[in-house]
């Protein structure tokens, strides 16, 4: 005779079976794509021969590397030159970490060291950044300037509207800096800067730095480098404005949302005209995103839990379903 609890595991898995069964989607999940990349909802099994992980990352479907193993916009390169294999979106933005759950991408921080002249009063670059891939939009990103005598302007996608601004001025003694900062490591102007104004479903931002015209001898070290930091914080220290860059242990890396950019809306791609390339699976709820970028992405409902953009993706947890089970 079987035990209560031997009972109620075999409940559970049979009620885990009974959900993924009845919401199975409709037998046609692929649609075609370009760039070896899907416009539809893939299974499991075709699936299977791509890589899961780079390095210690685990990779998640809309997310690939290879033919057939992304969404149009997702595509990921796993770089092992140096032996320890790091996983990049685009050229330049190092991910650490995907939850397709929760729709975020963790990234290592983006940085620039920009030499600016000494012996002028004026001095004006200019400095633009994008996003790696279609898929993905900024989510909480601040920017920090580390400088002295600088002035910093933030304008966005069109390089006209301003986002915000700040400026970074210093004392042309090291110690007075020491002082002043007191190893709070807030960026307010005094050494370093920070620009605070959302980010959120940016795609494109254009920088402009200027030197702010001065009778204070700054000191070289600290005037000739100006280094800019996009993450969701990072932690002032006097010493990353003489140094060739910031201590990146006091550096945070970005959180980028995942976004389904081919159509601008959940209507949009809901449409019977566009169903085909619609991302979600049938379990799946859509979410718009911001107006300004467009676009949408897809999550589980409820107590639901798992990938919401493959076949069957999204099932029941078993200790919600045993639950459920007892109280009945």
């Not at 037998?27 to 499991?44: F, Q, R, S, Y």
């Not at 809309?62 to 979106?89: D, M």
């Amino acid at each position: 005779m079987c035990s209560t609890g031997v009972l109620l595991a075999r409940a559970c898995a049979v009620l885990m079976c009974w959900a993924v069964v009845a919401r199975a989607p409709p037998a046609k999940v692929h649609a075609a794509g370009t760039g070896n990349g899907h416009l539809g909802i893939p299974t499991n099994a075709s699936q299977a021969h791509c890589p899961s992980y780079c390095g210690d990352v685990k990779i998640s479907y809309p997310f690939g590397i290879g033919p057939g193993c992304f969404r149009q916009g997702f595509e990921l390169t796993c770089y092992n030159t140096t032996g320890s294999p790091r996983l990049f979106l685009g050229n330049s933005t190092q991910v650490t970490s995907i939850d397709v759950v929760s729709n975020y991408v963790l990234a290592s921080a983006v940085g620039y060291n920009i030499t600016m002249g000494l012996g002028v009063d004026t001095y004006m670059i200019t400095k633009s950044w994008k996003v790696p891939t279609e898929g993905v939009i900024l989510r909480e990103t601040q920017m920090y300037v580390v400088g002295c005598g600088v002035e910093v302007y933030m304008l966005g996608d069109n390089a006209t509207d301003l986002i915000g601004s700040c400026m970074s001025i210093c004392p042309d003694n090291r110690e007075i800096m020491e002082r002043a900062n007191m190893g709070y490591g807030a960026c307010e102007g005094f050494g370093c800067c920070a620009i605070w104004s959302s980010l959120a479903g940016r795609q494109a931002i254009t920088l402009k730095l200027g030197r702010r015209n001065s009778t204070i001898a700054l000191l070289d070290e600290a005037r000739s480098s100006i280094k800019v930091i996009f993450s969701e914080y990072y932690h002032f220290v006097i010493g990353d404005l003489y140094a060739s860059w910031v201590n990146t242990s006091n550096v945070r890396g970005m959180l980028l949302d995942i976004a389904i950019t081919d159509r601008p809306s959940c209507a949009s791609a809901q449409s019977q005209e566009n169903n085909d390339t619609y991302a979600c699976n049938s379990e799946s709820i859509c979410r718009d995103l911001p107006v300004s970028r467009g676009g949408y992405n897809c999550f589980c409902p409820g107590q639901m839990e798992g990938n919401p953009y493959v076949v069957a993706g999204c099932i029941g947890s078993c200790a919600s379903l045993c639950f459920f089970f007892r109280m009945t």
